[in-house]
T-cell receptor
Framework: GNSVTQMEGPVTLSEEAFLTINCTYT??????LFWYVQYPGEGLQLLLK?????DKGSNKGFEATYRKETTSFHLEKGSVQVSDSAVYFC??????????FGSGTRLLVRP | DADVTQTPRNRITKTGKRIMLECSQT?????MYWYRQDPGLGLRLIYY???????NKGEISDGYSVSRQAQAKFSLSLESAIPNQTALYFC???????????????FGEGSRLTVL
């Protein structure tokens, strides 16, 4: 079945460091891929998305490229800020268009 | 006001009690979902509804039931709560694919339930 695997956290970085959070997926067909972010005490909100192979989603300095050949959708940011501290979820749509989430990766950015 | 509103935001109850979590939305979406979040397990789908007359079980529906009272309202019930149902519960909505949507979900702020 369809599934999403994320790197385990927590990921702890200093401010202005480079961020990569790995995400790989297993799916039939051509799912859309998403990154959601959950700030403390809040619900999830969409960070970025990509709907077909080689698409790059970007938002707030974050980027992720849909790589069909490696079934990956890694999240990157060139210079993280303390305000980026949150839990990040990778997700895909299944054949009936429901979202399947990874287990989440907590990011902690220190000043 | 939030587009997706959940009530209550926090609830502590005892084993065996009946609990209802309510969700209402102003986004005009047909599709609504209930997810459960547990540490290290991400979000798991409990039930979903693609329109008012449609109810479907998700991957962890045992011990839960739902009611879609209207397009804008989708409630989750625990008929007899047990401690391992202690979790953070999220309601979400989405537009039907093809209506300028790629399946993006819009989430409420969550309902934290503790079962003692």
């Amino acid at each position: 079945g369809n599934s999403v695997t994320q790197m385990e956290g927590p990921v702890t970085l200093s401010e202005e460091a480079f961020l990569t959070i790995n995400c790989t997926y297993t799916a039939t067909g051509y799912p859309s891929l998403f990154w959601y972010v959950q700030y403390p005490g809040e619900g999830l909100q969409l960070l970025l998305k990509a709907t077909k192979a080689d698409d790059k989603g970007s938002n707030k300095g974050f980027e992720a490229t849909y790589r069909k050949e490696t079934t990956s959708f890694h999240l990157e940011k060139g210079s993280v800020q303390v305000s980026d501290s949150a839990v990040y979820f990778c997700a895909l749509t299944d054949s009936s268009y429901k979202l399947i989430f990874g287990s989440g990766t907590r990011l902690l950015v220190r000043p | 006001d939030a587009d997706v509103t959940q009530t209550p935001r926090n609830r502590i109850t005892k084993t065996g009690k009946r609990i209802m979590l309510e969700c209402s939305q102003t986004k005009g979406h047909d599709r609504m979902y209930w997810y459960r979040q547990d540490p290290g397990l991400g979000l798991r789908l409990i039930y979903y509804s693609f329109d008012v007359k449609d109810i479907n079980k998700g991957e962890i529906s045992d011990g839960y039931s739902v009611s879609r009272q209207a397009q804008a309202k989708f409630s989750l019930s625990l008929e007899s709560a047990i401690p391992n149902q202690t979790a953070l519960y999220f309601c979400a909505t989405s537009a039907e694919l093809g209506k300028s949507s790629t399946g993006e979900l819009f989430f409420g702020e969550g309902s934290r339930l503790t079962v003692l």
